[in-house]
């Protein structure tokens, strides 16, 4: 199973911008899609942004479109989110989530059953 840890999260004014990566173990990442989610007490953890395999395909929510860019590097293991114009509606923790290995390169998923593997989370918080 592929091991996922989360850093870069902290505290940041509203307008501000942070980078998220999440390290991932494993031979496989690249066949891996990979998501970020986010979750704030409670409410139902939601989804934020999706990558496939190959990074050849994304997608987002639409609360977070044009301001957040999820991006990935195989040959690190690693998936990047830049959060930019952060709002306080953005504060949460935010975790890195990996699906099962996938044969098509523009494997993408939004849905949280397709992804098996999660990281700890990092805790982002924007103040107004």
């Known amino acids: 199973q592929v091991q996922l840890v989360e850093s870069g999260g902290g505290l940041v004014q509203a307008g501000g911008s942070l980078r998220l990566s999440c390290a991932a173990s494993g031979r496989s990442f690249s066949r891996n899609a990979m998501g970020w989610f986010r979750h704030v007490l409670g409410k139902e953890r939601e989804f934020v942004a999706a990558i496939s395999p190959s990074g050849s395909s994304t997608s987002y929510a639409v609360s977070v479109r044009g301001r957040f860019t999820i991006s990935r590097d195989n040959a690190e293991n690693t998936v990047y989110l830049q959060m930019n114009s952060l709002q306080p509606e953005d504060t949460a923790v935010y975790y890195c989530?990996?699906?099962?290995?996938?044969?098509?390169?523009?494997?993408?998923?939004?849905?949280?059953?397709?992804?098996?593997?999660w990281g700890q989370g990092t805790q982002v918080t924007v103040s107004s």
């Open positions: 989530a990996a699906t099962r290995l996938k044969l098509l390169d523009s494997y993408i998923s939004s849905r949280e059953s397709d992804y098996y593997s």
